[in-house]
């Protein structure tokens, strides 16, 4: 039996299958704010659906969530989506075979009876028109279900490492029907018809509990322990007044650490765009590594990858990153301690031989500083003196004039200044050296340190 927060869910994705805004008295935009993943309803039932093709509707149901938009057609690589499904064939008529299975197959979805004793009912596809050509993959996703899968609210996304895992379908089936359970630690008693109905059909075998137990239920639960995130165990219960086990409880634990340590689909993604986008791999490397993904661990993938990035910095890739790369996988290339401790090494002495030169450079800088406002005010004090000097000049006698201008042509500072300026001091006559501005400034400093050194004026220093 579900539990009420199970029915509710069943019941939003009844209305968001079939807009039936009447239903409960919810609402559609009410029922889908509460929505996540379909998979973590007991209620929805995904039948006659094989491993191979769950992780294909696994692979497009998370391209339709990570999308910005909407879209009627989904267009990616056909690389990336053989990545994300770890599809490890390269038999195009097995991949179609499994496109087919994944098209035939249904979300079914009910609710409690209404009052007239009626119980709901719908199915949808789970995925439309699928096709493949030029290295392209395009799918459709019928709109009933992208608000699901894109709405708000908390999801069960499923680790694709988890998945590719799984080899028994039915282990794959309970695992989903499970998953919701697990933060619980345990789901309600389940029916036999309940169990067997999870599957779709399964034969007449599977009737029998003891044939049930050995063909399905125990290589399911083994499967799930030794795969997945979750530690699987069940309890039997006799019918009222009978010694015929009509009911299976479980109980459910999270193994340590399965957050941290198992992959996700964002994983999956950002791999692939490291090997596609920065290594450049083809597409007949994508096939090799996914027809050896039981060799080739995310982990050993993981490890290549910081490989071929710590080659490429030490300078020692000199071809192809992509064949490095390859070659990295293949060989169980890593980092060792001691190239790490060499890298730490060199990175402090460059630190500080870094520290040393802003030092440098900024002491260098600091001199720099000082002596261009030194310049500065030298500059700003000539100025002054030059228009103190002229003022004093211009408001001499005449014979003192002729003292200061006689005295300037024969020191030592007058005469360096005409050869500078390359004027002849026969030539030079009152007018013409205040004519020349660098002449007139000259001899206006000369008459201003003349008339300071007489005191005859008052000088405040700058």
């Known amino acids: 039996m579900a539990t009420a927060g199970q029915v509710a869910t069943s019941r939003q994705l009844a209305l968001a299958l079939f807009d039936d805004a009447n ?31 769950r992780r294909l509707v696994d692979a497009a149901y998370f391209i339709v969530a990570q999308e910005e938009k909407l879209h009627d057609l989904y267009d990616v690589e056909l690389d990336y989506f053989k990545w994300l499904m770890r599809y490890s064939s ?53 709109s009933e279900l992208t608000g699901i899968i894109r709405g708000p609210g908390k999801s069960h996304w499923l680790s694709l490492r988890i998945t590719s895992l799984f080899t028994l379908s039915y282990a794959r089936v309970m695992y989903d029907h499970l998953l919701p359970y697990a933060d619980d630690g345990v789901t309600d008693w389940l029916t036999l018809e309940e169990l067997r109905g999870w599957q779709g059909e399964m034969g007449a075998n599977a009737q029998v509990f003891k044939y049930f137990k050995r063909d399905w239920l125990e290589p399911a639960v083994k499967q799930i322990n030794e795969v997945s995130d979750l530690s699987l165990s069940y309890e039997t ?32 993604q950002a791999i692939y765009r490291t090997l596609k986008q920065e290594f450049g791999l083809s597409s007949a ?15 050993r993938i993981q490890q290549a990858i910081e490989r071929t990035r710590f ?142 050194t007489k005191g005859c004026v008052a000088i405040t220093e700058p």
């Open 90 to 142: 390269r038999n195009n008529a097995h991949l179609e075979q499994v496109i087919t299975e994944a098209q035939k197959a249904l979300i079914q979805a009910t609710t409690a009876p209404d009052a007239n004793g009626e119980k709901p009912y719908g199915s949808v596809q789970l995925i439309g028109r699928v096709s493949y050509q030029g290295g392209r993959f395009q799918f459709r996703v019928p």
């Open 311 to 452: 080659s490429l910095r030490l300078g020692k890739v000199t071809k192809s990153p992509a064949g490095f790369f390859m070659k990295a996988l293949k060989e169980g290339w890593v980092v060792s301690e001691a190239e790490r401790q060499m890298i730490d090494v060199q990175q402090t002495l460059a630190l500080a031989e870094q520290r040393a030169s802003e030092a440098k450079e900024k002491a260098h800088n600091i001199v720099a500083v000082q002596a261009a406002t030194q310049e500065t005010t030298a500059r700003e004090r000539m100025r002054e003196e030059a228009r103190l000097g002229r003022g004093l000049f211009d408001q001499a006698e005449q014979k003192q004039k002729e003292d200061w201008f006689r005295s300037y042509l024969s020191s030592p500072a007058g005469k360096l200044t005409l050869k500078r300026l390359k004027i002849d001091p026969a030539t030079v006559d009152e007018a013409t050296a205040l004519a020349d501005p660098d002449l007139a400034g000259d001899f206006a400093r000369f008459v201003f340190n003349k008339a300071k």
């Open 285 to 299: 490397q994508f096939n090799e590594i996914a027809a050896n993904r039981a060799e080739y661990s995310d982990d």
């Open 23 to 53: 239903a409960e008295g919810l609402s559609v935009d009410a029922s889908r704010s509460d929505i996540g993943f379909a998979r973590k309803n007991v209620l929805i039932r995904i039948v006659d659906l094989g491993v191979a093709a």
């Open 237 to 268: 219960r006799n019918e009222p007044g009978s010694r015929k086990i009509g009911r299976l409880r479980f109980r459910i634990q999270r193994k340590d650490m399965a957050e941290r340590l198992l992959h996700t689909h964002e994983e999956a």
